[in-house]
């Protein structure tokens, strides 16, 4: 099993910045990939980004369309925690963020594919 606990959620307004943060315990070493999702109120749970946890390709990340150039996820495996650096927050970034983690590689944009869950964090930006 693997635990993860997100923190520095919040209150910006839009323009503004906020890093999230997700630390890993437990089976560690089992993980593959680490990523963030979002769930706005009344919308399905979407992907925002991920990274490749270890390995050769470790340190690969892939961002969705909607946040590419204003968020940036990074890993520090030392502290088995991942970060979401979000700037230029917009009104629609606002909802709840998930930390998730992988243990193989599969699709990783499909929510299905992430065994292991934090509880959420939310954020909310004002206009």
């Known amino acids: 099993q693997v635990q993860l606990v997100e923190s520095g959620g919040g209150l910006v307004q839009a323009g503004g910045s906020l890093r999230l943060s997700c630390a890993a315990s437990?089976?560690?070493?089992?993980?593959?990939?680490m990523g963030w999702f979002r769930q706005a109120p009344g919308k399905a749970r979407e992907f925002v980004t991920t990274?490749?946890?270890?390995?050769?390709?470790?340190?690969?990340?892939y961002y969705a369309d909607s946040v590419k150039g204003r968020f940036t996820i990074s890993r520090d495996n030392a502290k088995n925690t991942v970060y979401l650096q979000m700037k230029s927050l917009k009104p629609e970034d606002t909802a709840v963020y998930y930390c998730?983690?992988?243990?193989?590689?599969?699709?990783?944009?499909?929510?299905?594919?992430?065994?292991?869950w934090g509880q959420g964090t939310q954020v909310t930006v004002s206009s």
């Open positions: 998730a983690a992988s243990s193989a590689a599969r699709y990783l944009a499909d929510s299905r594919n992430y065994d292991y």
């Open positions: 437990g089976r560690t070493f089992s993980i593959y990939r």
């Open positions: 990274i490749r946890w270890s390995g050769d390709t470790g340190g690969t990340t």
